[in-house]
Structure formats: structure tokens, C-alpha cells
């Protein structure tokens, strides 16, 4: 999930022969005021509220949002957010240090500087993710970090040799495609105005990182976004990359496995239905009922099953 230059020319060669998803036009974000991506704004949702698949029912969105129960954290969660804080941290810093150091630097140095930061940085996550255990966020931080910290190195060390007088941004960009925690405002369609997809990288590619187990749902994530995309930039997004990321705490191994994920009018009219199907659960007060099988690692189990008042 640390991507690279050599990464983004890799997708690219990759969606060239993949045959190109048909969209319709009028399924393009940017269609919004006069077609079916259309919603209203009574209720802006984020992405996540509809494909995080926590409640098959869509429970979870009636009672964060109408009867305003409190959420009741867990490990899985937890493992979910420090995965994802690392990653974007990880990406920062690498940056930050490549602005510093006013061109002084390479990839040895910027090793070195990274396991300092991270070394600083794993005290932090020990204390704020207190439900998974000591010693998984620090075999977790370590190694996660020690990959973004290599991979960049490398990177960095790469741009250098193709010209030794780059200026300091264009170094920056040139170690680090990406930009963590994309802003997008999803508005138009009747979502968050305060979206924050994974990762932006180019020519046009949003990234997201899943941690829970692998569920076709979540590819709906991915043309989530995009339409929200297309309505603020007006820039066309057919494909998306969604990284799943498995934990094996026995082996202590994380395994990332990317796939690139084509943004179909097929997906696209999929989403539509799924916000359409919770915003007018909202808007006429329908309550749905507990599912026969609630996912352990949702933040209102204890709500639903187990008599918590919130």
C-alpha cells in the first residue's frame, strides 16, 4: 500500500488491457443536478455509512444518526484505524523529512530519520489503541512502518539517480505519488461534505485500505468515492485501486493484496440504490430490525443484543 512510482506505471499497463467498464453519462458524478446520481441533501451520509457492512440491515446508520447511540469500540476496529493512521502517517513523514532537509538527503539518511520518528511515533499508538494489546501494535507498527520506511528510501534513492539537482517538490513527488486522506466534498450527491478517501495518486486513482474480511461490498466504497470525485473535480475516475490488508497475528505477518476495481455504470447504479435505500430509511423514520446475524465488530452489538441503553 506504500505505492511508488513504479506502481502507478505498473496499474497503468495493467488497465490498458483491461477492457474499459462502460459508463453511462449520466451515471458520471458530475451528472448529478439532472440524473440518477441526484440526492438530496436532507441527510449527507459518508461512504462508509452505507458499504461498511457492519448491519446487513443498515441498522447502524438509523442509530448513530436517529436515536444518536453511542458507539462501543473493539479490537477489530482498532486494528482497523491503526493500520490506516500508520499509513498516513508513515506517507507524511516521509514527505515532511524531504521537505526539510532543503535537499540534503537520501535514502540512507531518510532511513534513519524514519526509524527515529517511528520509534517516537509507536509510543503514541501504544497508548491510544489500548483494546488490541501491547505487544500487536508494536509487532504491527514496526514492521508497517519499517516497509514504508524502506520502500521510500529506495525511491528516494531512485529520483536521485535520474538527476541530482531536482527541486525539493518535485523530489517530494517523485519519492511519493500519493496524497493520504484525499479531501472530497460529496455534497453534490447527498454525501459528507468532509469525505477523506484513503489515497489520491495519479493520473486519477483513489485508493482504499481494508482490514475486516474481504466482502464485494466494499468495492462499492471505491465508486463511492469516485462519483463524490467526479462531482467536486469533474475529473473522470474508471478505475480504483482497494488493498486488503491481512493480519496474521500467529506469524506476524500482514500480508497487502491490491486490486484494481473497475468504477462500472453496473457498480455505479449499485451504490445509488444502497444511499437511496438508507437516506429514505431516514427520511421517513423506518426502523429496521436487529439482522439475524450481527458481525462481532459492530460498534452497536451491545445495543442490539445485549441491552445497552447508549
Known sequence: MF????????FSREIRRLPQPEIDEELRGWSWSDSAVTSSTTWLLGVSDITSNLCPNGRDVYLRYVLKVRQVDNQVLQRGRLIHEIFSRAVTTVKRFIYESDGNIDGGKLY????????????????????????????????????????????????????????????????????????????????????????????????????????????????????????HYEIPVNYGILVYVNIDSTLRRIFMRPSIIPISSKARSEFIELRDRRKEMLAYGEVPGVAERCPAECPYIHYCR?????
Do not use: C, H, Q
Request: a negative charge.
Open 112 to 231: 534513519r530519520l524514519m526509524f527515529d520518528a517511528g520509534t517516537r511515533f509507536k509510543d503514541e499508538l501504544i497508548s491510544k489503541y489500548n483494546l488490541i494489546g501491547y505487544e500487536e501494535v508494536v509487532w504491527i507498527s514496526d514492521k508497517l512502518w519499517d516497509e514504508a520506511a524502506r520502500t521510500y528510501s529506495a525511491a528516494l534513492d531512485r529520483a536521485l539517480s535520474r538527476s541530482a539537482y531536482m527541486a525539493i517538490e518535485s523530489l517530494a513527488v517523485a519519492t511519493v505519488p500519493l496524497v493520504t486522506e484525499f479531501p472530497i466534498d460529496g455534497s453534490p450527491i447527498g454525501l459528507s461534505r468532509t469525505l477523506r478517501v484513503d489515497a489520491f495518486m495519479p493520473p486519477s486513482l483513489l485508493v482504499e485500505i481494508k482490514s475486516r474480511k474481504p466482502d464485494p461490498i466494499y468495492e462499492l466504497s471505491l465508486v463511492g468515492y469516485a462519483l463524490a470525485f467526479e462531482s
Open 306 to 310: 445485549g441491552g445497552f441503553n447508549g
Open 3 to 10: 505505492f511508488t512510482w513504479d506502481d502507478v506505471m505498473r
